[in-house]
């Protein structure tokens, strides 16, 4: 297993993670919703979504990470500078027969080691409300809930 620094070329397989992670992050959260509806929102933000990706690798304030097993990227993390006191770990995302093996962890670990160099003086990460493993994740490495975001429709 290999941990490095996202290219330019790796987002192709960077999006298709993210699409199979948002699918499964979603049916914890929204159960009521069929992985056909996700799958359609998702495709339909596709290319403004990749776009946003493509920026974000640019971006000093941003760090992108893969890893990779054999010739094949498996998982990604994102993290970002928020402002000069906070860092968010933004996205941790594995494909499904790679996951309960320790790669999100080792992720979480070097977005964390990334941002303690960029001297923040605190590091948050959003979670949905029912993604019990990514919580039980970040609790694992010390992370505290702090506050609770809810929306009316």
């Known amino acids: 297993m290999k941990i490095r620094k996202a290219e330019k070329e790796d987002l192709g397989e960077i999006d298709k993670i993210y699409v199979e992670g948002s699918i499964d992050e979603g049916k914890l959260q929204f159960p009521k919703v069929s992985e056909k509806e996700m799958l359609k929102e998702l495709e339909k933000y596709s290319k403004i979504r990749r776009q946003g990706f493509r920026r974000e690798l640019k971006n000093k304030k941003h760090y992108w990470i893969v890893v990779k097993i054999n010739k094949g990227i498996v998982g990604f993390g994102q993290a ?3 402002n ?3 860092g968010m770990v933004e996205k941790i995302y594995v494909y499904r ?3 309960r093996k320790g790669i999100g962890k080792k992720i979480l670990k070097k977005l964390i080691l990334w941002l303690k160099n960029k001297k923040v003086k605190h590091i948050e990460a959003g979670i949905y409300w ?3 493993p990514s919580i ?3 609790k694992r490495l010390g992370f505290k809930p ?3 975001r809810m929306r009316l429709k």
């Open 130 to 132: 029912n993604n019990k």
């Open 80 to 82: 970002r500078i928020k």
């Open 84 to 86: 000069k006191y906070v």
């Open 136 to 138: 039980k994740l970040q």
């Open 146 to 148: 702090i506050s609770l």
């Open 97 to 99: 027969k790679f996951r």
